[in-house]
Structures are given as structure tokens and as C-alpha cells.
């Protein structure tokens, strides 16, 4: 594999001795049969053919060396060094094996600077936004955000010529940025965040027009935990009033295939838990797909369920003949308190996680237990995939934790850790089984 930051430093490197050649002749018409010309030109091919193999014949300079000669070569050259740069950077972008060595903002400028003087076409501008930005979504967040806002500023169909299926009819609208929230401080502890990593959101399945196609990741300096700078407003404010939903009898129903793995990962954990409570009181916080209902329900739990979404509430009523709590379940009623909660996949989704534990808290019985899954942005299985894997894309996911930070807000807020584990229903993601403190 090609050294990434070599192939970043060689066109300026290239355009800086062309452009000393150039200087050299327009000084002094006798210079041209200099050795030193000949030299930095030597040196030119040397170094190309070591990155780029045996250059094409239409690169060899003629035998007489003059100012007009010079001036064709070197937009050949140029261009030459580009195109074979604008390639190799395109392949790493679709090898999603590889993750890119990560290159400082001073030589990504340097090479922008250098490759806008060829005049490339919008198409071509873009795309090659879109790849630099892979190489400092680490190194330097806020450049990698802007890159890729800028590359759909300048084509804003650009989703389409990606190849993404999901964007095909996607034509970007620079007024979203005005329809986001933008998060100024910690969603834990309110402290304040430094950028940390940025994310092609729009490479997800998920992703709409409502998101912006980057996601800058800010990391707390106070409690190191992570949030997104931004959010749509659209999605930030929902508020229903609480509705149960019924089944609906003789519907046709689309079903979600689900693999028995699934369900037979949730029978462990329900099996887990009984070492931790003998209680049969089960209230699950969003529903998915209806997994843990019905594997819980297979195993004589009583189980109530509250659903934000109310199109998702009703085909999981419809499909296991069974009553959903919709509403945000910070609203739910306090009169009622269960052996287990399940909050599985959602503190991510939420901009007030401190909250929404405790929320949890007061619907916990004294005794109970709650099972919480979100992911960790330092797991093992993230630290071994780098920027390949899709926690970071994910447009809909607003905080992050690590081991260590939700551990800490869950003991803050009176809970006791019971147990930790790998996530075997979500890559990067961890299990915690938490229960109040006595006493």
C-alpha cells in the first residue's frame, strides 16, 4: 500500500520544483541548459515513478528545455500527479478495510491549493472534498466537517454519483443548516466539548434530508463523554400526548425477518437477570422490532412497552396482538413501578441523558433491576475497526459514552453497577445491569 501522506505532500512538492524551473528560465534564457534544471527535473521522475510505476512517454520533457516547454510540461505534470493522487484517494475511500492514515490540516490545505489551480470541474471538486475529508475526520474534525459540507454546497446531487441507493433522489439544501439544533455543551454534565471526530452521515441507510450529510462528534473535556454538535430541530422538540395503541384486527402486515440469534441472545439475557431479580414486572423503553416482547412473553413476563413513535407502536401492536404505551416515556405516568427495565439502544437517542435516568430511576421498584445497551465509542470493537465502523455515521444518535463515563453518571445518579458486558446485538456496544443503592 501507497504511504497516504506521501501522496498528499507530492503535489505541492512537484508543483513547488516546477515552479522554481519556471522562475529559473523566466530570470535567465541561458539558465535553461543548466544541470541544476536538469537535476530537479531528474528528481521529478525519480520520485514519481517511485510512487506512481513508469511515467507515460507524453511526460518526457524535449531535449531542448525553454520557457514554453516548460510552462506545457509542468500543467502536464501537474495534472498527472493529481489524477494518479485523485485515484488512489477514491480507492481508499471505497475499501472500507482500510482506514486511512490521517493527515494534518496544513498539508490538505497546501493540496487543495495546489489542485484548484488546474480548474477542475465541479463534479471532480467535489468528490475530491469528499475523499480528503477521510484522511482528517481524527486529525482535524472541523476541517473534515467542513469539506464534505462544502463538496454537497458545490454538488449538491453529489449523493447520487457516490453510488449511495438510498441518496439516488437526495439533492442537498444548504438551508438545512439553519433547521438544526446546534449543542453547545455537554448533554451529560453540560461541560464543554472539544471537536473529537467527523462522520459521512449521509453513507447510512437511514439517513434523510432532514440531517446534515457530516456529523462532528464533540468530546466533553470535563466528563469526556461525547455529543453531537448538531441535530435536526425537526426531530428535537417531539412531543406526544400519551395514547395507548391497540392491536388492529385483520390488517395485512409487512414483516421484519428476524433471526432466531436475536431471539435467543434475549432469552440470555432474561436468563442473566434472574440471578439479579425473581421479578416478572418488565416495562422495555422503545421496541424495535418486538423482539424482547415477544421472547418475553414466550417466558410468562408481564411486559408494558412505551414507543415514541406511534407508526412503530402500531405495527408491533398489530403484529403480537398486544397494548403500546405511545408517548416520550419521560412522560409516562409514576404510579406504576416495575422488577426490570430495559432500556436498550436508547440514552444515544436522547439530548438529556442524565434525565432520562433518572426518569428511570423513580420507575424502578427498590428491588428491581435495569439493563441498558448503548454503544461505547472506546470498546475494543471500535478501537479495532477505526473510522470503518458505523457507530460514528449514525445521523441519528445525538450522545456517546465510554465504559467509564456512563459507569460514573449511572453511580452519580444512585444506581449500583451489577454487571458489564460485550454487546453481542450491536458492534461497539455495551450491556450494563444497574440497581439502586441501599440504604
Same mark, same amino acid.
Given at each position: 500500500?501507497?504511504?497516504?501522506?506521501?501522496?498528499?505532500?507530492?503535489?505541492?512538492?512537484?508543483?513547488? =520544483?516546477?515552479?522554481?524551473?519556471?522562475?529559473?528560465?523566466?530570470?535567465?534564457?541561458?539558465?535553461?541548459?543548466?544541470?541544476?534544471?536538469?537535476?530537479?527535473?531528474?528528481?521529478?521522475?525519480?520520485?514519481?515513478?517511485?510512487? #506512481?510505476?513508469?511515467? !507515460?512517454?507524453?511526460?518526457?520533457?524535449?531535449?531542448?528545455?525553454?520557457?514554453?516547454?516548460?510552462?506545457?510540461?509542468? *500543467?502536464?505534470?501537474?495534472?498527472?500527479?493529481?489524477?494518479?493522487?485523485?485515484?488512489?484517494?477514491?480507492?481508499?475511500?471505497?475499501?472500507?478495510? =482500510?482506514?486511512?492514515?490521517?493527515?494534518?490540516?496544513?498539508?490538505?490545505?497546501?493540496?487543495?491549493?495546489?489542485?484548484?489551480?488546474? &480548474?477542475?470541474?465541479?463534479?471532480?471538486?467535489?468528490?475530491?472534498?469528499?475523499?480528503?475529508?477521510?484522511?482528517?475526520?481524527?486529525?482535524? !474534525?472541523?476541517?473534515?466537517?467542513?469539506?464534505?459540507?462544502?463538496?454537497?454546497?458545490?454538488?449538491?446531487?453529489?449523493?447520487?454519483?457516490? +453510488?449511495?441507493?438510498?441518496?439516488?433522489?437526495?439533492?442537498?439544501?444548504?438551508?438545512?443548516?439553519?433547521?438544526?439544533?446546534?449543542?453547545?455543551?455537554?448533554?451529560?454534565?453540560?461541560?464543554?466539548?472539544?471537536?473529537?471526530?467527523?462522520?459521512?452521515?449521509?453513507?447510512?441507510?437511514?439517513?434523510?434530508? &432532514?440531517?446534515?450529510?457530516?456529523?462532528?462528534?464533540?468530546?466533553?473535556?470535563?466528563?469526556?463523554?461525547?455529543?453531537?454538535?448538531?441535530?435536526?430541530?425537526?426531530?428535537? #422538540?417531539?412531543?406526544?400526548?400519551?395514547?395507548?395503541?391497540?392491536?388492529?384486527?385483520?390488517?395485512?402486515?409487512?414483516?421484519?425477518? =428476524?433471526?432466531?440469534?436475536?431471539?435467543?441472545?434475549?432469552?440470555?439475557?432474561?436468563?442473566?437477570?434472574?440471578?439479579?431479580?425473581?421479578?416478572?414486572?418488565?416495562?422495555?423503553? +422503545?421496541?424495535?422490532?418486538?423482539?424482547?416482547?415477544?421472547?418475553?412473553?414466550?417466558?410468562?413476563?408481564?411486559?408494558?412497552?412505551?414507543?415514541?413513535?406511534?407508526?412503530?407502536?402500531?405495527?408491533?401492536?398489530?403484529?403480537?396482538?398486544?397494548?403500546?404505551?405511545?408517548?416520550?416515556?419521560?412522560?409516562?405516568?409514576?404510579?406504576?413501578?416495575?422488577?426490570?427495565?430495559?432500556?436498550?439502544?436508547?440514552?444515544?437517542?436522547?439530548?438529556?441523558?442524565?434525565?432520562?435516568?433518572?426518569?428511570?430511576?423513580?420507575?424502578?421498584?427498590?428491588?428491581?433491576?435495569?439493563?441498558?445497551?448503548?454503544? *461505547?465509542?472506546?470498546?475494543? #470493537?471500535?478501537?479495532?475497526?477505526?473510522?470503518?465502523?458505523?457507530?460514528? &455515521?449514525? !445521523?441519528?444518535?445525538?450522545?456517546? #459514552?465510554?465504559?467509564?463515563?456512563?459507569? *460514573?453518571?449511572?453511580?452519580?445518579?444512585?444506581? &449500583?453497577?451489577?454487571?458489564?458486558?460485550?454487546?453481542?446485538?450491536?458492534? +461497539?456496544?455495551?450491556?450494563?445491569?444497574?440497581?439502586?443503592?441501599?440504604?
Amino acid at each position: 500500500m501507497k504511504d497516504i501522506k506521501t501522496i498528499i505532500q507530492i503535489l505541492p512538492e512537484i508543483y513547488s =520544483i516546477t515552479k522554481d524551473i519556471e522562475n529559473s528560465l523566466n530570470s535567465d534564457s541561458s539558465y535553461s541548459n543548466s544541470d541544476d534544471i536538469k537535476l530537479k527535473i531528474s528528481m521529478i521522475y525519480q520520485n514519481l515513478e517511485q510512487l #506512481f510505476g513508469e511515467l !507515460p512517454n507524453n511526460l518526457n520533457l524535449l531535449n531542448e528545455i525553454n520557457i514554453e516547454n516548460i510552462l506545457n510540461w509542468k *500543467n502536464s505534470i501537474l495534472i498527472y500527479v493529481f489524477k494518479q493522487s485523485f485515484e488512489y484517494l477514491k480507492s481508499i475511500y471505497t475499501n472500507f478495510n =482500510i482506514s486511512p492514515a490521517q493527515i494534518n490540516a496544513s498539508e490538505i490545505k497546501l493540496f487543495l491549493q495546489i489542485s484548484n489551480k488546474l &480548474n477542475m470541474d465541479s463534479t471532480t471538486n467535489a468528490l475530491l472534498l469528499i475523499f480528503l475529508s477521510e484522511l482528517c475526520r481524527t486529525s482535524d !474534525p472541523t476541517l473534515s466537517f467542513n469539506l464534505i459540507m462544502e463538496a454537497f454546497e458545490i454538488k449538491p446531487d453529489l449523493g447520487t454519483i457516490l +453510488g449511495a441507493t438510498h441518496l439516488k433522489n437526495y439533492i442537498y439544501n444548504s438551508e438545512i443548516i439553519n433547521q438544526q439544533k446546534k449543542i453547545k455543551n455537554c448533554t451529560v454534565c453540560g461541560g464543554q466539548g472539544i471537536p473529537f471526530h467527523n462522520a459521512p452521515s449521509y453513507k447510512m441507510i437511514n439517513y434523510n434530508h &432532514n440531517f446534515l450529510p457530516a456529523k462532528l462528534w464533540m468530546k466533553c473535556t470535563k466528563c469526556n463523554n461525547l455529543y453531537s454538535q448538531h441535530f435536526p430541530l425537526k426531530f428535537s #422538540f417531539r412531543k406526544n400526548p400519551l395514547k395507548i395503541i391497540y392491536p388492529q384486527q385483520n390488517q395485512t402486515q409487512n414483516l421484519t425477518p =428476524i433471526s432466531s440469534y436475536i431471539l435467543r441472545d434475549w432469552c440470555n439475557i432474561l436468563q442473566n437477570l434472574k440471578q439479579f431479580t425473581k421479578g416478572k414486572q418488565i416495562l422495555e423503553i +422503545g421496541i424495535g422490532n418486538g423482539e424482547l416482547i415477544a421472547t418475553a412473553l414466550e417466558m410468562n413476563y408481564d411486559i408494558d412497552c412505551v414507543e415514541i413513535e406511534e407508526d412503530v407502536a402500531q405495527k408491533i401492536s398489530n403484529l403480537l396482538e398486544c397494548q403500546i404505551i405511545c408517548c416520550d416515556f419521560i412522560d409516562l405516568p409514576e404510579n406504576k413501578q416495575y422488577d426490570i427495565l430495559f432500556m436498550g439502544d436508547v440514552l444515544e437517542h436522547i439530548d438529556d441523558p442524565k434525565k432520562g435516568l433518572k426518569k428511570a430511576y423513580k420507575l424502578l421498584k427498590n428491588d428491581g433491576v435495569l439493563w441498558i445497551s448503548t454503544p *461505547n465509542y472506546e470498546s475494543s #470493537f471500535n478501537k479495532l475497526h477505526k473510522t470503518s465502523t458505523a457507530l460514528w &455515521n449514525e !445521523p441519528w444518535h445525538i450522545t456517546y #459514552f465510554n465504559k467509564n463515563g456512563l459507569e *460514573n453518571l449511572l453511580t452519580d445518579l444512585g444506581f &449500583n453497577i451489577l454487571d458489564y458486558r460485550i454487546s453481542t446485538h450491536y458492534n +461497539g456496544s455495551m450491556e450494563v445491569i444497574v440497581n439502586k443503592k441501599q440504604g
